[in-house]
């Protein structure tokens, strides 16, 4: 079964740091379309940025430039989001997905910065 799980939210002091990671089984995660979305209450799910698999480029949403960062390891086939200078905004539930011919999404994980 093709699963991703994400894995390292917390509660984290705005101005700091986390790294979010996102582990595929029962598929390489080199081969899909990997990206992380996330979900602020009670608005609706914002794309992060993402990693494509054809090319290997990474892009992230303009309200995140400069602050968070996409990578992919194939050895441990994860994917990461490495979240800097992080602000009481950026408070929400972080999902990773993985895209092909199907789409496979993780449970989701909690980040907290509070204000």
């Known amino acids: 079964q093709k699963q991703v799980t994400e894995s390292g939210g917390g509660l984290v002091q705005p101005g700091g740091s986390l790294r979010l990671s996102c582990v595929g089984a029962?598929?390489?995660?080199?081969?899909?379309?990997m990206s992380w979305h996330r979900q602020i209450a009670g608005k609706d799910f914002e794309w992060v940025g993402g990693?494509?698999?054809?090319?290997?480029?990474?892009n992230v949403a303009d309200s995140v430039k400069a602050r968070f960062t996409i990578s992919r390891d194939d050895r441990k086939n994860t994917l990461y989001l490495q979240m800097n200078k992080l602000r009481p905004e950026d408070t929400a539930v972080y999902y990773c997905?993985?895209?092909?011919?199907?789409?496979?999404w993780g449970r989701g994980a909690q980040v907290t910065v509070p204000s």
């Open positions: 029962g598929f390489s995660v080199s081969d899909y379309d």
């Open positions: 997905k993985a895209a092909r011919t199907e789409t496979i």
């Open positions: 990693i494509s698999a054809l090319s290997g480029v990474t």
